[in-house]
Protein backbone atom coordinates (compact mmCIF):
# COMPACT_ATOMS: atom_id res chain seq x y z
CA UNK A 1 0.00 0.00 0.00
CA UNK A 2 1.70 3.10 -1.06
CA UNK A 3 1.43 6.66 -0.06
CA UNK A 4 -0.22 9.05 -2.88
CA UNK A 5 2.35 11.95 -3.41
CA UNK A 6 2.42 13.83 0.05
CA UNK A 7 -0.68 13.06 1.04
CA UNK A 8 -0.95 11.81 4.93
CA UNK A 9 -2.39 8.03 4.85
CA UNK A 10 -5.38 7.17 6.24
CA UNK A 11 -6.77 3.47 6.96
CA UNK A 12 -10.35 2.71 8.38
CA UNK A 13 -10.32 -0.51 10.01
CA UNK A 14 -13.46 -2.53 10.12
CA UNK A 15 -14.65 -6.05 9.46
CA UNK A 16 -16.25 -8.71 11.89
CA UNK A 17 -16.34 -8.42 15.65
CA UNK A 18 -13.37 -10.69 16.96
CA UNK A 19 -11.49 -10.52 13.81
CA UNK A 20 -8.87 -8.71 15.09
CA UNK A 21 -9.46 -5.15 14.71
CA UNK A 22 -7.88 -4.42 18.60
CA UNK A 23 -4.98 -6.19 17.65
CA UNK A 24 -4.41 -4.40 14.07
CA UNK A 25 -4.48 -1.39 16.02
CA UNK A 26 -2.34 -1.95 18.03
CA UNK A 27 0.23 -3.55 15.73
CA UNK A 28 0.09 -0.49 13.68
CA UNK A 29 0.74 1.49 16.44
CA UNK A 30 3.71 -0.22 16.99
CA UNK A 31 4.35 0.40 13.41
CA UNK A 32 4.65 3.91 13.56
CA UNK A 33 0.94 4.77 12.83
CA UNK A 34 -1.41 7.27 15.25
CA UNK A 35 -4.05 4.66 16.02
CA UNK A 36 -7.16 5.74 17.23
CA UNK A 37 -10.61 2.97 18.53
CA UNK A 38 -13.97 3.62 17.83
CA UNK A 39 -14.15 7.42 16.73
CA UNK A 40 -17.84 8.45 16.21
CA UNK A 41 -17.74 8.45 12.43
CA UNK A 42 -19.27 12.17 12.29
CA UNK A 43 -16.33 12.46 13.98
CA UNK A 44 -13.71 11.38 11.46
CA UNK A 45 -13.23 14.37 8.67
CA UNK A 46 -12.51 16.78 11.55
CA UNK A 47 -9.46 14.45 13.26
CA UNK A 48 -8.20 13.82 9.85
CA UNK A 49 -8.51 17.38 8.82
CA UNK A 50 -6.32 18.65 12.15
CA UNK A 51 -3.87 16.38 11.38
CA UNK A 52 -3.04 17.91 7.93
CA UNK A 53 0.45 18.34 7.58
CA UNK A 54 1.49 15.81 10.44
CA UNK A 55 3.62 13.01 8.68
CA UNK A 56 2.37 10.02 11.24
CA UNK A 57 -0.21 8.32 9.15
CA UNK A 58 -3.08 7.46 10.77
CA UNK A 59 -5.31 4.10 11.41
CA UNK A 60 -9.36 4.85 12.37
CA UNK A 61 -11.14 1.27 14.43
CA UNK A 62 -14.56 1.44 13.16
CA UNK A 63 -17.09 -1.35 13.99
CA UNK A 64 -20.94 -1.91 14.96
CA UNK A 65 -19.87 -0.47 18.61
CA UNK A 66 -19.11 2.57 16.61
CA UNK A 67 -21.49 5.43 17.64
CA UNK A 68 -23.55 6.39 14.17
CA UNK A 69 -22.19 3.34 12.55
CA UNK A 70 -23.64 1.83 9.29
CA UNK A 71 -22.25 0.43 5.98
CA UNK A 72 -23.88 3.84 4.04
CA UNK A 73 -21.81 6.20 7.24
CA UNK A 74 -18.65 4.40 6.91
CA UNK A 75 -18.64 4.24 2.89
CA UNK A 76 -19.29 7.78 2.95
CA UNK A 77 -16.53 8.95 5.51
CA UNK A 78 -14.46 7.28 3.06
CA UNK A 79 -16.15 9.03 0.44
CA UNK A 80 -15.56 12.07 2.03
CA UNK A 81 -11.64 11.69 3.19
CA UNK A 82 -10.74 10.87 -0.27
CA UNK A 83 -12.54 13.93 -1.93
CA UNK A 84 -11.24 16.54 0.68
CA UNK A 85 -7.54 16.85 -0.71
CA UNK A 86 -3.84 14.95 -1.14
CA UNK A 87 -4.80 11.74 0.77
CA UNK A 88 -4.50 7.97 0.12
CA UNK A 89 -7.19 6.69 2.09
CA UNK A 90 -8.08 2.97 2.00
CA UNK A 91 -10.64 0.83 3.85
CA UNK A 92 -9.47 -2.19 5.56
CA UNK A 93 -11.77 -5.03 6.78
CA UNK A 94 -10.42 -7.89 8.57
CA UNK A 95 -12.73 -10.91 8.47
CA UNK A 96 -12.98 -14.75 10.24
CA UNK A 97 -15.01 -17.61 9.91
CA UNK A 98 -17.83 -18.12 12.19
CA UNK A 99 -16.96 -21.33 13.97
CA UNK A 100 -13.60 -19.82 14.38
CA UNK A 101 -15.17 -16.32 15.70
CA UNK A 102 -17.40 -18.27 18.07
CA UNK A 103 -14.94 -19.77 19.59
CA UNK A 104 -12.64 -16.90 20.52
CA UNK A 105 -15.65 -15.30 21.90
CA UNK A 106 -16.30 -18.63 24.21
CA UNK A 107 -12.16 -18.90 25.31
CA UNK A 108 -12.47 -15.33 26.16
CA UNK A 109 -16.09 -15.13 27.94
CA UNK A 110 -16.27 -11.91 25.73
CA UNK A 111 -19.86 -10.80 24.75
CA UNK A 112 -20.72 -10.27 21.13
CA UNK A 113 -22.75 -6.89 20.40
CA UNK A 114 -25.18 -8.39 18.72
CA UNK A 115 -25.64 -11.47 21.37
CA UNK A 116 -26.98 -9.61 23.87
CA UNK A 117 -30.53 -11.18 23.79
CA UNK A 118 -29.43 -14.32 21.25
CA UNK A 119 -27.49 -17.41 20.76
CA UNK A 120 -23.62 -16.27 19.83
CA UNK A 121 -24.11 -17.50 16.67
CA UNK A 122 -26.84 -15.79 15.75
CA UNK A 123 -25.36 -12.43 16.38
CA UNK A 124 -22.52 -13.36 14.38
CA UNK A 125 -24.52 -14.14 11.75
CA UNK A 126 -26.50 -11.12 12.06
CA UNK A 127 -23.21 -9.27 11.79
CA UNK A 128 -22.16 -10.44 8.87
CA UNK A 129 -25.49 -9.84 7.15
CA UNK A 130 -24.76 -5.99 8.53
CA UNK A 131 -21.45 -5.62 7.46
CA UNK A 132 -20.85 -7.52 4.40
CA UNK A 133 -21.36 -4.94 1.55
CA UNK A 134 -18.29 -3.19 3.32
CA UNK A 135 -16.27 -6.42 2.80
CA UNK A 136 -17.13 -6.30 -0.77
CA UNK A 137 -16.31 -2.02 -1.16
CA UNK A 138 -12.70 -2.83 1.12
CA UNK A 139 -9.71 -2.57 -0.47
CA UNK A 140 -7.78 -4.87 1.30
CA UNK A 141 -9.49 -7.90 3.51
CA UNK A 142 -7.76 -9.63 5.27
CA UNK A 143 -8.95 -13.16 6.59
CA UNK A 144 -7.45 -14.01 10.35
CA UNK A 145 -9.56 -17.53 10.36
CA UNK A 146 -6.01 -19.17 10.38
CA UNK A 147 -3.61 -16.84 11.13
CA UNK A 148 -1.48 -16.82 14.53
CA UNK A 149 -1.05 -13.20 15.78
CA UNK A 150 2.46 -13.46 15.22
CA UNK A 151 1.47 -13.99 11.63
CA UNK A 152 -1.29 -11.55 11.45
CA UNK A 153 1.44 -8.99 12.19
CA UNK A 154 3.57 -9.88 10.25
CA UNK A 155 1.09 -9.36 7.22
CA UNK A 156 0.06 -6.20 8.57
CA UNK A 157 3.80 -5.38 8.74
CA UNK A 158 3.90 -5.58 4.71
CA UNK A 159 0.97 -4.03 3.78
CA UNK A 160 1.57 -0.83 6.72
CA UNK A 161 4.99 -0.91 6.95
CA UNK A 162 6.56 2.69 6.76
CA UNK A 163 9.78 1.85 5.07
CA UNK A 164 9.58 3.41 2.07
CA UNK A 165 12.58 2.47 0.39
CA UNK A 166 11.22 -1.62 1.92
CA UNK A 167 9.54 -2.60 -1.79
CA UNK A 168 7.72 -5.81 -2.31
CA UNK A 169 8.00 -8.41 0.45
CA UNK A 170 6.87 -11.22 -0.59
CA UNK A 171 5.73 -14.38 2.43
CA UNK A 172 6.03 -17.87 0.93
CA UNK A 173 3.99 -20.43 2.67
CA UNK A 174 3.59 -24.25 2.67
CA UNK A 175 0.16 -25.53 3.06
CA UNK A 176 -1.68 -29.45 2.93
CA UNK A 177 -4.38 -28.79 0.77
CA UNK A 178 -7.04 -31.31 3.18
CA UNK A 179 -6.69 -28.28 5.79
CA UNK A 180 -8.04 -25.67 3.42
CA UNK A 181 -6.35 -23.06 0.96
CA UNK A 182 -4.85 -20.31 2.49
CA UNK A 183 -6.87 -16.99 1.75
CA UNK A 184 -4.56 -14.66 2.05
CA UNK A 185 -2.44 -16.47 -1.05
CA UNK A 186 -1.93 -14.15 -3.79
CA UNK A 187 -0.95 -17.03 -6.27
CA UNK A 188 -1.31 -20.64 -5.56
CA UNK A 189 0.78 -23.27 -6.90
CA UNK A 190 -0.07 -26.91 -6.62
CA UNK A 191 3.28 -29.59 -5.86
CA UNK A 192 1.01 -32.57 -5.45
CA UNK A 193 2.20 -33.99 -9.13
CA UNK A 194 5.29 -34.52 -7.52
CA UNK A 195 7.02 -37.74 -6.19
CA UNK A 196 5.63 -38.45 -2.53
CA UNK A 197 8.12 -39.12 0.57
CA UNK A 198 4.97 -39.81 2.37
CA UNK A 199 4.98 -43.45 0.55
CA UNK A 200 8.49 -43.99 1.53
CA UNK A 201 8.60 -45.75 5.31
CA UNK A 202 12.47 -43.76 5.93
CA UNK A 203 11.30 -40.33 4.56
CA UNK A 204 7.48 -40.45 6.18
CA UNK A 205 8.30 -39.32 9.57
CA UNK A 206 10.60 -36.52 8.02
CA UNK A 207 9.90 -32.87 6.35
CA UNK A 208 10.37 -31.14 3.34
CA UNK A 209 13.55 -29.31 5.42
CA UNK A 210 15.41 -33.07 5.81
CA UNK A 211 17.99 -33.43 3.00
CA UNK A 212 17.17 -36.87 2.85
CA UNK A 213 13.65 -35.92 1.48
CA UNK A 214 15.19 -32.91 -0.30
CA UNK A 215 17.03 -35.21 -2.31
CA UNK A 216 13.79 -37.55 -3.05
CA UNK A 217 11.98 -34.39 -4.22
CA UNK A 218 14.22 -33.09 -6.31
CA UNK A 219 15.00 -36.46 -8.44
CA UNK A 220 11.63 -36.79 -9.43
CA UNK A 221 12.19 -35.73 -13.45
CA UNK A 222 9.54 -32.97 -13.46
CA UNK A 223 10.85 -31.14 -10.49
CA UNK A 224 13.74 -29.36 -12.47
CA UNK A 225 11.54 -27.99 -15.11
CA UNK A 226 8.50 -27.21 -12.17
CA UNK A 227 11.18 -24.95 -10.31
CA UNK A 228 12.14 -23.35 -13.97
CA UNK A 229 8.78 -22.73 -14.92
CA UNK A 230 8.17 -21.48 -11.48
CA UNK A 231 11.40 -18.56 -11.69
CA UNK A 232 10.20 -17.90 -15.42
CA UNK A 233 6.62 -17.26 -14.29
CA UNK A 234 7.72 -15.02 -11.31
CA UNK A 235 10.91 -13.05 -12.36
CA UNK A 236 8.52 -10.78 -14.98
CA UNK A 237 5.42 -10.33 -12.17
CA UNK A 238 7.40 -9.17 -9.18
CA UNK A 239 8.64 -6.23 -10.57
CA UNK A 240 5.14 -5.45 -11.75
CA UNK A 241 3.57 -5.91 -8.52
CA UNK A 242 6.17 -3.42 -7.22
CA UNK A 243 5.21 -0.79 -9.90
CA UNK A 244 1.92 -1.07 -9.34
CA UNK A 245 2.07 -0.12 -5.19
CA UNK A 246 1.64 -3.96 -4.34
CA UNK A 247 3.83 -4.13 -1.09
CA UNK A 248 3.08 -7.76 0.23
CA UNK A 249 2.51 -10.73 -2.03
CA UNK A 250 2.04 -14.43 -0.80
CA UNK A 251 2.57 -17.30 -2.41
CA UNK A 252 1.26 -20.77 -1.73
CA UNK A 253 2.67 -23.93 -2.19
CA UNK A 254 0.31 -26.69 -1.52
CA UNK A 255 0.36 -30.57 -1.06
CA UNK A 256 -1.37 -33.55 0.31
CA UNK A 257 -0.30 -33.09 3.77
CA UNK A 258 1.86 -29.65 3.80
CA UNK A 259 4.85 -31.95 5.33
CA UNK A 260 7.20 -32.52 2.61
CA UNK A 261 6.43 -31.81 -0.93
CA UNK A 262 5.17 -28.24 -0.65
CA UNK A 263 8.07 -27.60 2.08
CA UNK A 264 10.59 -28.35 0.18
CA UNK A 265 9.16 -26.40 -3.03
CA UNK A 266 8.48 -23.06 -0.92
CA UNK A 267 12.06 -23.74 0.93
CA UNK A 268 13.33 -23.47 -2.53
CA UNK A 269 11.61 -20.42 -3.92
CA UNK A 270 12.02 -18.65 -0.62
CA UNK A 271 15.95 -19.43 -1.39
CA UNK A 272 15.72 -17.97 -5.30
CA UNK A 273 13.77 -15.34 -3.76
CA UNK A 274 16.53 -14.10 -1.75
CA UNK A 275 18.98 -14.13 -3.97
CA UNK A 276 17.20 -11.85 -6.13
CA UNK A 277 17.66 -9.82 -3.34
CA UNK A 278 14.29 -9.14 -2.12
CA UNK A 279 13.04 -9.41 1.20
CA UNK A 280 11.03 -12.74 1.71
CA UNK A 281 9.37 -14.41 4.58
CA UNK A 282 8.97 -18.08 4.84
CA UNK A 283 6.33 -20.22 6.86
CA UNK A 284 5.27 -23.46 6.80
CA UNK A 285 1.70 -23.60 8.08
CA UNK A 286 0.90 -27.39 8.96
CA UNK A 287 4.22 -27.12 10.30
CA UNK A 288 3.96 -24.29 12.63
CA UNK A 289 0.57 -25.76 13.44
CA UNK A 290 1.70 -28.88 14.45
CA UNK A 291 -0.17 -30.78 11.50
CA UNK A 292 0.13 -34.40 10.82
Known amino acids: M ?27 EDLGWEAVDNLPLSLVAGL ?5 GVQRPLALGVDIRTRDFGVESVVAAVDRLMAEGNRD ?9 DDVLRRRFTETRRRHPLASDRPLL ?9 VSPLRTRADLVIDTTHQPPGEFKRVLAGYFGLDQDAGLVVFVTSFAYRNGLPREADLVLDARFLANPHYVPELKAMTGRDAAVITYIEADPAFASFMDSVTRLLEPLLPRFAAEGKSYLTIAIGCTGGRHRSVAVAERIAAWLRQRGGAVELRHRELDEGGA
Open 122 to 130: DGIHHERAL
Open 2 to 28: SASSGGRRVVIVTGMSGAGKTSALKAM
Open 89 to 97: VRLLFLDCD
Open 48 to 52: VRTGE
